[in-house]
């Protein structure tokens, strides 16, 4: 998606091109075939046409699509479409590839490929990597979810689509955007038999991702077919550059072919027939007259252009001469129908990739339109297995993509526990709802409803009859679109180089001449010292008589902190790297590595390194899975990581380019996430697992020396986390345990064999503690509460008190005195705050403890609605809670 300020330097460039045409657009191929200019009555916008026309080729302009029930070319199937495509451009010297995975491992900066240029950034357009081929056409499946509620209504949405992609990569010499526009020129008349004179191209520019360029937009009967991009400037910084390397950038959706040569009513019957036709047979819908009749109008109802959308169901019904309630009831079954047949697709592109439904991401968009088919599934009482019609895709696809036929099992189990979690969420919707008042449901409310707890708009509008916001899925989908940047720690910048020897992993002695020394930090000419990065902590040692406490990565050069300084710029200094250390870090990596293949062998090919941390005591892996782990399979994996170790396998470490490398491995290679550079070192354990990784590892398995799971825990929906410990730490956390257990033999004055007996039994005593403690408190509460009186700040209910209660009193006293209005906080014993805010309030009383506790020397913070801290003096807080409360009631 373009930036405020790529679309306006779009904007002032298009208004630019447009005045010198022949200068920016490659317009020569259209004159040669007798084109000429016009500009559009309607839009204003200039397109080339064959015949003299007052109007574009823009269904917005002419009104309606005019390829629907014609026959304009020969019918194709779907994979027809790329076949032809294909054989076609293969003729003209272009090289068909397959499709890179939907989810984009190799980006740090978006979840799904949203085109299939996608597929080439950053580091094919950067220059720093050859693409695979040049020039290429790829069939790139594509994943966008901002138009989830048009999916179904409109005949022609999709959340997941196949950009058939047209790119070259050329210096300025060899760009011939002349010749590209001709072979789609060819491409749409003498394959597939398009007549000219039904053919516009508009003149148009594109911007996105720091990159600019002029573009042809082609339609044919009111359907754009493509846009052919001329990629050739850089806007990153505002101002226009050339760009060194230029890029055609042609994308043209495969969906739109083949409805354009049915000429159907939807998209959906004639790209999906088998599993549309499979749905209607499990449902025992029909298409009929009246629906038949509305589809021309769908686009109607386009939610991107639609404000009010009961408004404009009755626009429809009107023209119609219906009933709009009628219409709707007769309408909206098949439109569900047609969603529950597209989401599923993209669910079957994206699970099948690695992706999982979640609360976070893009996992986040999965989860919306998988609940949005349970949810069409319930409300039409349809007997349904989801299942199944992830197999008729997987059959109908497998032409084109055989790969979606594998691991068909692991995503049924994913659907199935996502199924389990709708239902208990929907249980727990109902309570929920049974509480709500119709004039609470804001639109921010439906959004927080639907976010936190799976409540649909559909339900609130059947209980409480509220308008459903036309964008509503759009806005939910918003919070989740894009990856949080990380934050990236500050060093001291130096431009200067140095020599990386800590691939010489036996290395741990030598000589370097120190470059700079800034504050305590130091850069040499050469180095043995590994930089932190991937998750795995430095080395140490020394530099002279300096111990080494830290080591960077800065550019091209490595900068080491050191404790003191005790040598000059200028100087050659003796360094020797901690070889222990070191050695306990190589072992914990490689058994990061032998840990995510084993997940990946007992799990299931979902399973994708989510992150990990490498030190000399342990080592953590994240993993994508989407519940926790069983005993039994920890247990699996655990025996089979020691096999491993036990086989004595070589570990390969391979520097390839980045083109070579993922043609040979694939993109299983991007566990630890986008690996900058043009050449890619690549870490090999036999066929168990291979990854890109910049890492220190041992030269065998063996060396590892065995691998002990010590914890699992989910850490958030669908992540993992593991840690583990290796060799000599493995060695040391045994000796550890067995200490342990040595204490508390005597502490309990118990044999080993009667420990586990002995530690219920004060757990069961314990937990009887507590209930009793929260019994009196309960009471203390109710006693309390009877005697309090509010403050009355405008129309807020505040009571903020001194107390002398611990933590799970004023938890108690907060609970039974709460209400919708209030704002109560509670200064207890140690100086713990707990605090909560109803909400009718308008504060988030988490950020509202948060500025309390930084204010007066503690920490603090929590959700919107409830929150504790604790400060370190409490002198002046209740005065300042109540003079906050006063000014932000008063703004």
């Known amino acids: 998606m373009a930036t405020e300020q790529e679309k306006r330097i779009k904007n002032e460039f298009r208004k630019k091109a447009q005045e010198k045409p022949e200068k920016y657009y490659p317009v020569k191929a259209l004159i040669e075939h007798g084109f000429k200019r016009y500009k559009c009555k309607i839009c204003g916008n200039y397109f080339w046409s064959l015949v003299e026309r007052e109007i574009c080729g823009d269904p917005n302009c002419i009104g309606e699509y005019q390829f629907i029930g014609k026959k304009i070319i020969k019918p194709m199937s779907f994979a027809e479409v790329w076949q032809r495509f294909a054989r076609f451009f293969e003729k003209l010297g272009y090289t068909p590839i397959a499709r890179y995975p939907v989810v984009a491992r190799w980006r740090e900066d978006i979840f799904f490929v949203e085109a299939s240029i996608d597929d080439f950034i950053p580091f094919v357009l950067d220059g ?66 398009i007549k000219a004179e039904d053919l516009q191209f508009h003149e148009d520019a594109w911007a996105g991702s720091g990159k600019m360029g002029p573009s042809i937009e082609f339609f044919s009967h ?5 846009n052919q991009v001329y990629m050739q400037f850089d806007i990153s910084s505002g101002k226009i550059r050339e760009l060194p390397l230029k890029v055609l950038d042609m994308g043209t959706g495969q969906e739109r072919y ?12 004639c790209v999906m027939p088998n599993v549309v036709k499979k749905l209607f047979s499990l449902t025992g819908l029909r298409k009929t007259e009246l629906f038949e009749k509305f589809l021309p109008y769908s686009g109607k109802l386009n939610l ?12 429809v019904a009107k023209i119609m001469q219906v009933d709009a309630k009628a219409l709707k009831q007769e309408v909206y079954p098949l439109t569900a129908l047609f969603a529950i047949a597209e989401h599923t697709r993209s669910l079957l592109f994206a699970l099948h990739d690695g992706a999982l439904p979640s609360n976070i991401g893009g996992g986040y968009n999965l989860r919306v339109i998988l609940r949005r088919c349970f949810s069409f599934i319930e409300r039409f009482s349809w007997s349904i297995e989801l299942e199944k019609i992830f197999e008729e895709h997987a059959k109908e696809l497998k032409h084109q993509y055989p790969e979606l036929g594998e691991n068909l099992e692991e995503i049924f189990e994913i659907i199935e526990h996502e199924r389990k979690k709708y239902a208990s969420a929907k249980k727990k919707a109902r309570e929920i ?59 001291p910048k130096v431009e200067l180089s140095t020599e990386k020897l800590y691939y010489q992993e036996e290395l741990y002695e030598f000589e370097a001449r120190v470059l700079k020394i800034i504050d305590n930090w130091v850069v040499l000419d050469k180095t043995a010292f590994y930089p932190r990065g991937g998750g795995q902590e430095p080395d140490f040692g020394k530099i002279a008589n300096s111990n080494v406490l830290d080591v960077e990565q800065s550019g091209s050069a490595v900068l080491h902190k050191v404790d003191r300084i005790t040598f000059k710029e200028g100087e050659v200094v003796k360094c020797v790297v901690a070889k222990e250390r070191r050695e306990r870090i190589r072992a914990h990596h490689s058994a990061v590595h032998v840990l995510n293949g084993a997940c990946r062998k007992i799990l299931g090919e979902h399973v994708w390194q989510a992150g990990s941390y490498k030190n000399s005591k342990k080592a953590r892996l994240d993993i994508t899975h989407y519940k926790a782990l069983s005993k039994e399979e920890i247990e699996k994996i655990e025996k089979l990581c020691n096999e491993i170790v036990s086989k004595g396998l070589n570990v390969e470490k391979l520097v390839l380019p980045r083109a070579i490398a993922e043609s040979k491995f694939g993109f299983r290679l991007y566990q630890g996430g986008a690996v900058p550079g043009r050449e890619i070192r690549v870490v090999k354990i036999n066929d168990f697992d291979i990854e890109a990784c910049a890492g220190l ?3 065998n398995t063996s060396e590892i020396g065995g691998i002990l799971i010590i914890s699992t825990a989910k850490i958030q929906d669908a992540v993992v986390r593991m840690e583990l410990v290796a060799g000599k730490a493995l060695e040391e ?50 006693e309390l509460a009877e005697k309090i009186e509010f403050k009355e700040i405008g129309k807020l209910k505040v009571y903020a008190s001194e107390t002398k209660l611990s933590l799970e009193e004023m938890k108690e006293l907060s609970k039974k005195i709460s209400s919708k209005d209030s704002v109560v906080l509670l200064l207890g014993k140690g100086n713990v705050i707990f605090a909560s805010a109803g909400e009718e309030t308008g504060i988030d009383i988490g950020a509202f403890v948060k500025k309390l506790c930084e204010r007066f020397q503690g920490k603090g913070g929590g959700s919107k609605r409830v929150a504790q ?23």
Not at 304 to 315: H, I, P, Q, Y
Not at 750 to 772: F, H, M, N, T
Not at 869 to 891: D, M, P
Request: aromatic share 10%; with cysteine.
């Open 128 to 193: 720093i990597s050859e693409p695979i081929a040049n020039p290429l056409v790829v069939p790139q499946f594509c994943l966008r979810f901002n138009d989830i509620e048009n999916v179904g209504i409109t005949g022609r949405h999709y959340t997941g689509f196949v950009m058939i992609g047209q790119h070259a990569f050329e210096k300025p010499a060899n760009y011939k955007p002349e010749q590209y526009l001709e072979h789609i020129y060819l491409w749409l008349t003498e394959e597939l038999g």
């Open 222 to 226: 009111g359907l754009e077919l493509g």
């Open 258 to 269: 083949v409805w354009f040569s049915h000429g159907t009513s939807t998209s959906y019957e």
């Open 304 to 315: 991107d252009e639609v404000a009010d959308l009961d408004k404009a169901w009755s626009e």
């Open 433 to 491: 709802i049974s509480k709500l008042k119709p004039e609470e449901i804001t639109k921010e409310k439906m959004i927080e409803l639907y976010d936190s707890h799976g409540i649909s708009p559909e339900e609130l509008k059947e209980k409480f009859g509220i308008r459903i916001p036309p964008d509503f899925y759009a806005l939910v989908t918003q919070r989740h679109a894009r990856v949080e940047k990380r934050e990236e720690k500050i060093l």
């Open 697 to 699: 590892h041992v030269n």
């Open 733 to 782: 956390f045994a000796k550890f345990v067995e200490e342990q257990i040595e204490k508390l033999k005597a502490l309990l004055n118990a044999s080993e064999e009667k420990l586990v007996a002995k530690v219920k039994e004060l757990l069961e005593k314990k937990a009887k503690l507590e209930d009793e403690l929260r019994r009196k408190a309960k009471e203390k509460a109710k």
């Open 869 to 891: 801290g604790f400060v370190k003096q409490k002198e002046g807080v209740l005065a300042w809670v109540i003079e906050e409360l006063e000014r932000l009631e008063k703004n």
